[in-house]
């Protein structure tokens, strides 16, 4: 019974994160591993993480998020400081040119608040980028499940 | 004649700029940090209102992690850990109690505890005492969280914390602390390491 159950619970961890790993371009920047977490309900705020790359030259920012499944969409820093975590708002992510930027656990990260509804593992969701140089772009984000650690893609970024 | 003395009088230069250079490093360096044993104590109600101290937990090794349910990334990522950590235990669980002490226990326990921490492993246990109570616990774990007015967060307001988990013995002493991000491979070797 146990085994099953582990094997159920290693299958949810790592089933359909196919979606995940599909990667959009926008002009110089390459976006990819966009996920979120299942949810409890829909009181509880829900992440978004997300993979930039910035092959060109210049400098950008991710300056915000907007997505139908929340009414309010932000981005977040977790900042520890002195053994003290907090999560600060962020005006705008630097996108630096040449380097890949994480928004990610510990990190830079979406918070979505006020889900229209809970997010369910294997659904997926569309999250629009907005950059201040490049324009908007909008990707699929892979609802993983609450235990996940990130997608399993065979890039292996 | 005369050069000696001037050489002299650099080289005795040298070394007080030597001692100098010395007494700066060691002052800049962090005092060793004292951490005397001591036995954190908590006296806080579970899901079902029933009141968990730690004198019942004697004889287990308790994994500790302070947060709350409405943590988008620290608490889930942290809390997922733990699940991984008590599942690479495998026969040796039973021997570790992992705990989630809500410090936003109102609000926990109205948004539903048990379904949070059961989400990650059926085996952490969900504590949310009154106010009172859990800033009893923190301050007995030598532990810091505050609530930080923010218009745009649920309720008006969000929590920081500290996202570290923290290791108390059999006996009820505190072991260690695990600073957040530390990987569960490296957490369940040390367990095991103790077991």
């Known amino acids: ?157 | 004649m005369t050069r000696i003395p001037l050489l002299r009088k650099i080289l005795w230069g040298m070394v007080v700029l030597a001692a100098i250079g010395a007494v700066v490093v060691q002052l800049r360096q962090p005092a060793p940090r004292v951490e005397a044993a001591f036995r954190p104590e908590f006296s806080l109600a579970d899901a079902a209102g029933k009141i968990r101290t730690n004198a019942e937990f004697r004889g287990r090794y308790l994994l500790v992690f302070f947060g709350f349910t409405n943590c988008p990334d620290v608490c889930p990522t942290t809390l997922a850990e733990v699940a991984q950590v008590m599942e690479g235990l495998q026969t040796q669980a039973a021997k570790v109690q992992p705990l989630f002490i809500s410090v936003d226990p109102e609000r926990d326990r109205r948004l539903g505890l048990t379904e949070f921490t059961a989400a990650f492993h059926p085996s952490i246990l969900g504590l949310a005492g009154d106010d009172a109570a859990t800033r009893a616990a923190a301050d007995s774990f030598k532990i810091f969280f505050e609530r930080e007015p923010d218009a745009a967060a649920p309720d008006g307001f969000t929590m920081s914390h500290s996202p570290r988990l923290y290791l108390i013995g059999p006996e009820g002493d505190w072991l260690r602390q695990y600073d957040y991000g530390t990987p569960a491979t490296e957490i369940l070797a040390d367990l095991k390491s103790r077991l």
């Open chain 1, 1 to 157: 019974m146990r085994n099953i159950l582990l094997g159920g619970l290693t299958l949810a961890l790592f089933a359909g994160a196919a979606q995940a790993c599909e990667t959009v371009t926008l002009g110089d920047l390459s976006i990819g591993h966009a996920w979120s977490r299942a949810t409890i309900g829909e009181g509880r705020p829900a992440v978004f993480y997300v993979e930039i790359t910035n092959a060109g030259a210049a400098d950008d920012a991710l300056t915000g998020i907007a997505t139908p499944a929340a009414t309010m969409p932000m981005l977040h820093e977790t900042v520890v400081t002195d053994g003290v975590a907090s999560m600060p708002h962020a005006m705008s992510v630097p996108v630096l040119a040449g380097q890949t930027t994480e928004l990610a656990s510990g990190g830079y990260h979406g918070m979505l608040m006020g889900l229209t509804s809970a997010l369910k593992e294997g659904d997926s969701f569309p999250v629009t980028l907005t950059f201040a140089k490049a324009g908007a772009v909008t990707v699929n984000v892979e609802v993983l499940s609450l235990r996940a650690e990130g997608p399993e893609c065979d890039d292996a970024n």
